[in-house]
């Protein structure tokens, strides 16, 4: 069974400019969960969708935004990108939210310069 | 305060001994306690997963939960050079709520 897969692996943006990451869940999950890792801050939630509705959200800036699609797959949306969005951004995948395990894919590592 | 408390260490053991790990938590909401593995430039790998108080043991990782100290800890028997990692303690109620990760090294 095929694992979470997070496109592309690394990215380096500019600031001002925008970026999309993509994440394909496990197999069968509903849900997909994004978080953000950072030396300083660590894991942070982003937010969650399950069944295309995002369901939960952190306390992030309105930059910050992602959809789910039929197939479960997301996407998540920075705009207008500062310095300190420099980050491994993190997917993670589960059967319905919730109680459920969650997986984590190898996540995208972004650099704003 | 932060919802999660973890030491970060860093922590380093010679092979073959147990390391511990613990986090202790302030949110009585948290149902679901899970320890993750993340090595450097990699996605956390999920070790152990557990919605109850008690011991729950996979392998030579055992997990144990207190709910009502708020407090949970990971043992590891046998270390071996390739349990060189951070581990993540998270708890959930409806996100993972994470500790900052304690770094590991086992020594050969």
């Known amino acids: 069974k095929a694992g979470v897969t997070q496109t592309p692996r690394y990215l380096i943006k500019t600031r001002g400019q925008q970026v999309t990451l993509s994440c394909s869940p496990i197999?069968?999950?509903?849900?997909v969960s994004w978080y953000q890792q950072t030396p300083g801050q660590g894991l942070q939630f982003l937010f969650e969708y399950f069944s295309e509705t995002q369901r939960n959200k952190g306390n992030f800036p309105g930059r910050f935004s992602g959809r789910q699609f039929s197939n479960s797959r997301s996407e998540m949306n920075v705009s207008t990108l500062e310095l300190g969005d420099s980050a491994l951004y993190l997917c993670?995948?589960?059967?319905?939210?919730?109680?459920?395990?969650?997986?984590f894919g190898q996540g995208t590592r972004l650099t704003v310069v | 305060q932060k919802e999660v408390e973890q030491d970060p260490g860093p922590l380093s053991v010679p092979e073959g001994a147990i390391v511990s790990l613990n986090c202790t938590y302030s949110n009585s909401a948290f149902q679901y306690f899970m320890w993750y593995r993340q090595y450097s430039r990699k996605g956390p790998e999920l070790l152990m997963y557990?919605?109850?108080?008690g011991n729950k043991e996979d392998g030579r990782f055992t997990a144990q939960v207190d709910k009502s100290s708020k407090y949970i800890s990971l043992f590891i028997r046998d270390s071996q050079p390739s349990d060189s990692a951070t581990y993540l303690c998270a708890m959930k109620v409806y996100k993972l709520s994470f500790g900052a990760g304690t770094t590991v090294t086992v020594r050969a």
């Open positions: 197999s069968g999950h509903r849900s």
């Open positions: 993670a995948s589960s059967s319905l939210g919730g109680s459920t395990e969650a997986f």
């Open positions: 557990t919605y109850s108080s």
